[in-house]
């Protein structure tokens, strides 16, 4: 099993900064692709950012450009830094981990955090 915790989200004005991060524990031998997911009252979750072992990363499109996201092996802890930030990036943030070594659907994978809620005022 692994288990995520994140942090690090909050209120923040339009065009600030935020930086979300996952710590994950547990089986991490088991975790290679990890991400950010992000989910609006009435909306689907949505990829935000996913990065994999290796660094690939892969962004949602409504965040390329402003969102990056990265990775500490050493210390199992993957970090999604937010600027520029828009009302409509309002929305609760999931950090997710996988054993795949890429994974791009929500449904691909298998352990989540609670997650954290962002909110940006205009």
């Known amino acids: 099993q692994v288990q995520l915790v994140e942090s690090g989200g909050g209120l923040v004005q339009a065009g600030g900064s935020l930086r979300l991060s996952c710590a994950a524990s547990?089986?991490?031998?088991?975790?290679?692709?990890m991400g950010w997911f992000r989910q609006a009252p009435g909306e689907q979750r949505e990829l935000v950012a996913t990065?994999?072992?290796?660094?690939?990363?892969k962004y949602g499109d409504s965040v390329k450009g402003r969102f990056t996201i990265s990775r500490d092996n050493a210390k199992n802890t993957v970090h999604l830094d937010m600027n520029s930030l828009k009302p409509e990036d309002t929305a609760v943030y999931y950090c997710?981990?996988?054993?795949?070594?890429?994974?791009?659907?929500?449904?691909?994978?298998?352990?989540w955090g609670q997650g954290t809620q962002v909110t940006v005022s205009s």
């Open positions: 990065i994999n072992r290796g660094a690939t990363t």
């Open positions: 547990g089986s991490i031998s088991m975790v290679n692709a």
């Open positions: 997710a981990a996988d054993r795949r070594w890429w994974a791009v659907e929500a449904a691909l994978y298998t352990y």
